[in-house]
């Protein structure tokens, strides 16, 4: 969070099954700058990491007047 404190982490989906990790349904609590820390299982070097960040926002329909 910008205050720096942690709001959310996860080491596994399923421990011990898989290992991949995985945030669903997080909402930021304000507007600001967050830092994303990604790391190896034991703090190791050397990896390939993809990170994926998306929105679940649908847009709301805007109501269009029929005409008379």
């Not at 995985?22 to 820390?37: A, F, M, T």
Request: glycine fraction near 8%.
């Amino acid at each position: 969070a910008p205050d720096g404190s942690v709001i959310a982490d996860n080491d596994d989906i399923a421990t011990g099954t898989i290992t991949d990790s995985q945030i669903e349904n997080l909402e930021l609590p304000v507007d600001g700058s967050y830092r994303i820390d990604i790391r190896s299982f034991d703090d190791g070097t050397g990896s390939t990491y993809t990170l994926y960040i998306g929105t679940n926002d649908v847009p709301m329909p805007t109501a269009t007047p029929l005409p008379e």
